[in-house]
């Protein structure tokens, strides 16, 4: 495959997001504590991704957490994902904070969409 065709390949794979970030919402709901709320940003919620691109996904969790809890909540949530069909390949970027450090990123962040 040439590098055209493979670029062409990936883009159609971003622009379907919807379809490949269903494992992570079902991940989040299984996984995550309720009042947990998911939002897609960056390039693909601006519609600007090209390519290259990856699709970011934050995850807002309730309350407070230390640094740690954090890290393992991602960590579950992907392995959750990836056993509900979200290819290992696939280019998300999970971006797990309590609230008020997303409360903060979202000051700085362009378009958003909730998702969940």
């Known amino acids: 495959m040439d590098w055209d065709a493979l670029m062409a390949r990936q883009f ?3 622009a379907q997001w919807r379809r490949y970030v269903e494992p ?3 991940a989040v709901r299984r996984e995550a ?9 960056g390039s693909v919620a601006e519609g600007t991704f090209t390519a290259e691109s990856d699709v970011d996904l934050l995850v807002v969790v309730p309350g407070e957490w230390g640094s740690r ?3 393992g909540l991602r960590r579950r ?4 994902a ?3 069909g979200l290819p290992w390949d696939y280019p ?3 971006i797990v904070l309590d609230e008020p450090r997303a409360e903060v990123f979202l ?3 362009g378009r958003r969409l909730r998702l969940l």
């Open 77 to 80: 949530l992907l392995e959750r």
């Open 24 to 26: 992570v919402l079902e």
């Open 82 to 84: 990836w056993e509900l």
């Open 107 to 109: 000051r700085s962040a």
């Open 12 to 14: 159609r794979r971003i």
């Open 69 to 71: 809890e954090l890290r």
């Open 92 to 94: 998300v970027d999970l």
């Open 33 to 41: 504590p309720r009042g947990t709320r998911v939002y897609l940003v």
